[in-house]
């Protein structure tokens, strides 16, 4: 821990620095029909369900690439995420369906890191590519 230095009025201050881990998101299903945001570092408040389930209407199956996945920028609230998502469930073979991982103040490589390092997050991108014969090289290179 740092100190800032009052010495000038006769005091020291410890400075607290934001060890917080980036929060991390999931949007999409788990075993069954009707994909929603779940926190996977943290807790979702009611708040933060409204700002995660609209990415449902902006990305869109036009928006993801049906072959590779796309990595993506999305904010909310002020706040940049990165993002990575597929056009398919490993849950839910209906149009429109998703899987999507985002990393507040993210890069593509914290991306891919959320997804090799969360056996939650893993299997779920690990099913969609097996089943749907996707080709998320970053998935390939860890196995």
Request: aromatic residues 12%; contains cysteine.
């Amino acid at each position: 821990m740092s100190t800032s230095d009052f010495s000038h009025i006769g005091l020291k201050r410890p400075v607290e620095h934001n060890k917080q881990p980036n929060r991390i998101i999931y949007f999409g299903t788990d075993g069954c029909v009707g994909h929603f945001p779940l926190g996977i570092n943290f807790h979702l408040t009611r708040k933060d369900d409204k700002n995660f389930e609209k990415i449902d209407g902006i990305i869109t199956d036009e928006f993801l690439n049906e072959a590779t996945g796309f990595f993506f920028r999305y904010i909310t609230n002020g706040i940049p995420y990165i993002g990575f998502g597929v056009p398919y469930s490993p849950d839910d073979e209906r149009p429109g369906s998703k899987t999507i991982v985002l990393v507040e103040n993210g890069t593509v490589q914290k991306v891919k890191d959320a997804i090799l390092q969360n056996p939650f997050l893993l299997d779920k991108f690990n099913k969609v590519k097996e089943k749907y014969k996707l080709n998320i090289d970053f998935l390939e290179e860890e196995q």
